[in-house]
């Protein structure tokens, strides 16, 4: 029996060329015991009419602010009883437009009224061409909605409409569905575990104004803190600078250098179940650290020359002192013989698993929403295929899950790669 079946969930249909495929996705709902009900943007209706929805789910369509005459409901607000009577709703697709409405709160039509009414989960599955999906003001507008709680389906990269290729395409059916499902079937696998989890670069002052750093986003390290708050554990997420919103339901630790980083882990690593090092640390920091902004036309060639020391090594310190409960994971991100390195990491630093990836890998590494990496434990490699950051946190989630049930020996499945590529 499907994980649908029975559930009560509001599709919402926006302006994009991809709204014909919100009929595939009513359609396949249905066909796994869901009830639904549609909700459409008037830009919807340019695409695919309100009478195909209605056929497809049995309902009148909520394409108006106001209900027509003889449809009002019999008490309350229409669009509180949607609401309400909804376990979740996902509205495939997205457009820009709908998701900036949502992360700044303007109910203006009938379907971001319930969305901003809703007591169950959202799922947002964007679509949109490339261009419109690289725009700065999107990217932090699916971050707000990101720690508003609700959950983003990941955009796919492929032939667009305009004949561009590249990311915004929206998710296929098959994958929201199978993201739906997964909602209300999975285990709540870590329930009761304590996981740690650090992200993004650290940053090492030079002067008041200058710093030592790198490109690291963020992005790996969150999705993984998101990935293991819907699985049910307790999440400490350790953050160096980035420019994310703090995920909902996450307690959030907000560092600056590898120091502050270290004891931040330092103060919650021993309560921790899991621990996961996914951020990029710097290795080295200033000697000495200027008390004003340094002027360069002040400066002779030598005293422009900075002294470093190395920083403490958070990971093998973490290795260390790691007891016999605890799951260590690290990351290993190379331009040049990654799997070596990768493989001397997980002895060196007392690691259960590492995870390699590659900082030159088109769509892998910093930045990109996406990654492809290889998990490596004492007895295992799996080379996972380039998939969306949070995709790929729920396959690390996988191995760290199967290494904790079965004496620290990892094996994923075919299977549980589908689901979540």
């Known amino acids: 029996m499907s ?106 039509n009938a379907l971001t009224v319930i969305a901003t009414a ?14 419109m999906y690289e725009y700065p003001a999107f990217g932090r507008n699916l971050e707000t909605l990101r720690s508003f709680g609700m959950h983003v389906i990941p955009s796919g990269s492929g032939e667009l409409a305009s004949g561009l290729v590249g990311m915004g395409r929206l998710a296929e059916p098959e994958d929201i569905i199978a993201t739906l499902e997964r909602h209300f079937t999975q285990r709540r696998s870590l329930s009761g575990r304590n996981v740690l989890i650090t992200a993004g670069p650290t940053h090492e002052p030079i002067d008041p104004v200058r710093y030592l750093g790198n490109n690291s986003s963020g992005k790996m390290g969150y999705a993984l803190a998101e990935e ?33 980083m270290g004891a931040a882990v330092d103060r919650h690593s021993n309560e921790a179940d899991i621990i996961v090092a996914a951020a990029a640390v710097a290795d080295f920091t200033p000697v000495r650290v200027a008390e004003q902004k340094m002027k360069r036309r002040a400066m002779s060639d030598t005293e422009m020359k900075i002294e470093l020391r190395p ?14 409960r605890q799951i260590l994971v690290g990351f290993a991100l190379e331009t040049a013989s990654l799997l070596d390195s990768a493989r001397a990491k997980l002895v060196e630093k007392n690691c259960d698993l590492i995870v390699a990836n590659s900082a030159i890998e088109e769509g892998a590494g910093f930045a990109y929403d996406t990654n492809a990496v290889t998990l490596i434990s004492a007895n295992n490699e799996r080379a996972l295929p380039l998939m969306s950051k949070r995709a790929c946190a729920g396959a690390i989630f996988d191995a760290i899950e199967t290494l904790a049930g079965d004496g620290r020996q990892m094996e994923l499945t075919d299977t549980a790669l589908r689901v979540r590529h």
Do not use: C
């Not at 820009?96 to 949502?102: C, H, R």
């Not at 809703?118 to 261009?131: I, L, Q």
């Not at 554990?233 to 996450?250: C, E, K, M, R």
């Open 311 to 324: 920083t403490r090594d958070i990971l093998r310190s973490l290795g260390q002192r790691k007891n016999d």
């Open 3 to 108: 994980g649908l079946n029975g559930k009560k969930i509001i599709l919402g249909i926006t302006g994009s060329i991809a709204a014909y495929k919100g009929a595939i996705i009513a359609r396949e709902l249905v066909k796994r015991g869901a009830e639904i009900r549609v909700a459409m943007t008037t830009a919807a209706s340019h695409f695919i009419t309100p009478l195909t929805f209605a056929s497809l789910s049995k309902f009148p369509v909520a394409l108006n602010m106001y209900p027509s005459a003889g449809a009002e409901p019999t008490h309350g607000s229409w669009h509180i009883e949607w609401a309400l009577w909804a376990d979740a709703m996902v509205i495939a697709p997205a457009s820009a437009a709908t998701v900036a409405k949502l992360a700044v709160g303007l109910s203006d």
């Open 228 to 260: 293991a708050r819907d699985r049910g554990a307790q999440v400490t997420l350790v953050s160096g600078p980035t420019a994310l919103a703090d995920p909902h339901g996450i307690t959030t630790v907000r560092v600056t250098t590898a120091e502050e």
């Open 118 to 131: 809703m007591r169950g989960d959202v799922f947002v599955a964007p679509a949109m061409d490339t261009d």
